[in-house]
């Protein structure tokens, strides 16, 4: 089946230092999420990409999809105590249920 | 317009009771979907409604889990009897589209 590896696991930055998570899929994706939960939150709709080479911005967040829709990245600017949390990619498996990955948990020290 | 909401947002509870999470989808949204997260594991899929029908249940792991929808509104998650590997945060979420909008969780802990 359809998988999808999102590295790193965890990352440690200090503030202000920038940030990149990549999802990696062994097929393509019709289209790709990005989630982000902050510690003993909930998961919060972030993007959604759709198209071949897509590249979308939200202030520091840049969300970018594979020209072959088969990896995705978020590289977030100049990182913030307020972007601590876990950034996840799910997936869609059989058109309704989002498989959810380990995601990348990022810390920020200030 | 207010999110998906859940309730309880905490429930202890001992093993063999009974438990029923509730869950309001957002306003207008046909489709609902429960989620589970037990400790140092992944979120997984429970089942999906379709209004009040049960779109997909692959991913309920037993026979002690209803779930329900009538009227296709609100839905409840009944776990009976609880067993202590039932502890974890259950979360819903509903969509009209792609996208779905989580609840904020209930943790339930079974002792």
């Known amino acids: 089946g359809q998988q999808v590896m999102q590295i790193p696991q965890y990352q440690h930055v200090q503030e202000g230092e920038d940030f990149t998570t990549y999802c990696n899929s062994s097929t393509t994706l019709s289209n790709i999420q990005w989630y982000k939960q902050r510690p003993g939150g909930h998961p919060v709709f972030l993007i959604q990409l759709v198209k071949s080479g897509e590249v979308k911005k939200q202030k520091r967040l840049t969300f970018q999809f594979g020209e072959a829709k088969k990896n995705s990245s978020l590289h977030i600017t100049a990182t913030q105590t307020t972007d601590v949390g876990t950034y996840f990619c799910p997936w869609y498996q059989a058109g309704t249920a989002l498989i959810f990955g380990k995601g990348t948990t990022l810390s920020v020290s200030s | 317009e207010a999110g998906v909401t859940q309730f309880p947002s905490h429930s202890v509870i001992e093993k063999g009771q009974t438990v029923t999470l509730r869950c309001d989808p957002i306003s207008g949204h046909d489709n609902l979907y429960w989620y589970r997260r037990v400790m140092g594991k992944e979120i997984k899929f429970l089942l999906h409604?379709?209004?009040?029908?049960?779109?997909?249940e692959s991913g309920m792991p037993n026979n002690r889990f209803l779930a329900e929808r009538t009227g296709g509104t609100y839905s409840t998650l009944k776990v009976q009897p609880a067993e202590l590997e039932d502890s974890g945060v259950y979360f819903c979420?509903?969509?009209?589209?792609?996208?779905?909008?989580f609840g904020p969780g209930t943790r339930l802990t079974v002792l």
């Open positions: 979420a509903s969509s009209q589209g792609h996208t779905q909008y």
């Open positions: 409604f379709v209004k009040e029908s049960k779109q997909d």
